[in-house]
């Protein structure tokens, strides 16, 4: 699959989805590319379309409501956050196949750490043993997708006590750094991700 990778760095929410909004209006009107953003957001809590707002039970940072599925979930510095856009149709794939390949992505990133991570029967997203590391929201319009991911790597975990994180009560959260016990380069996790990536949907 021929995709572009783009490095956002530090972005703002706002920024990061007029990106996307771009790319997917580009693809529709077959005028653009499939595009990987690769960033970290500023301190950022997201509601899912149909998330409970009662779910943020204190907010300490910026709020914004989406278009994406799932619930509530916070972005942050030390965060790898990943936003997909690509033509469905295009590639043969449908939604369920497209979610599949994107945990099946976390896993194999977690995996070049020597992080043991899986899937959850009934719940999106990748877990360490009950600890939730990784979290998906995605939105699919005219096949392509917009929203994506977002892996705990160096993430301060302490925002997390302000949510209920993905809707879902007692849920653990936890990071790389924690389950490492240290940091981890940013850089060589975007390395791992765009490798893995371009074998998944070659």
Same mark, same amino acid.
């Given at each position: ?7 956002? +760095?530090?972005?703002? *929410? ?9 790319? !997917? ?6 005028? +653009? !590319? ?9 301190? &950022? *809590? ?21 278009? %994406? ?24 794939? +449908?939604?369920?196949? *497209?979610?599949? !390949? ?24 990748? #877990?360490?043993?009950? %600890?939730?590391?990784?979290? @998906?929201?995605? %939105?699919?319009?005219? #096949?392509?997708? &917009? ?7 160096? &993430?301060?975990?302490? *925002?997390?006590?302000?949510? @209920? ?8 959260? &936890? ?8 940091? @981890?380069?940013?850089?060589?996790? !975007? ?12």
């Amino acid at each position: 699959m021929d995709f572009l990778v783009k490095d956002l +760095g530090l972005c703002d *929410y706002n920024k990061a989805l007029l990106n996307q909004n771009n790319t !997917k209006t580009d693809l529709v009107n077959n005028s +653009g !590319k499939d595009t990987l953003f690769l960033l970290e957001h500023n301190h &950022t *809590y997201t509601l899912g379309k149909n998330a409970n707002p009662n779910n943020v039970l204190s907010q300490n940072c910026e709020l914004f409501q989406t278009d %994406r599925g799932g619930d509530v979930t916070y972005h942050g510095p030390g965060q790898l956050v990943g936003y997909p856009i690509i033509h469905l149709k295009k590639m043969g794939l +449908g939604i369920k196949s *497209y979610v599949s !390949k994107i945990e099946i992505l976390l896993i194999r990133i977690l995996n070049d750490y020597n992080i043991v991570a899986s899937t959850k029967e009934g719940l999106t997203g990748v #877990w360490v043993d009950d %600890r939730k590391i990784a979290s @998906i929201g995605i %939105r699919v319009s005219q #096949w392509v997708t &917009t929203h994506g991911f977002s892996l705990n790597v160096n &993430t301060d975990m302490s *925002y997390f006590s302000n949510i @209920i994180s993905c809707g879902i009560d007692n849920v653990a959260m &936890t990071s790389m750094e924690q389950e490492l016990e240290g940091k @981890i380069s940013m850089d060589d996790i !975007k390395e791992s991700t765009i490798v893995h990536f371009n074998q998944l949907f070659k």
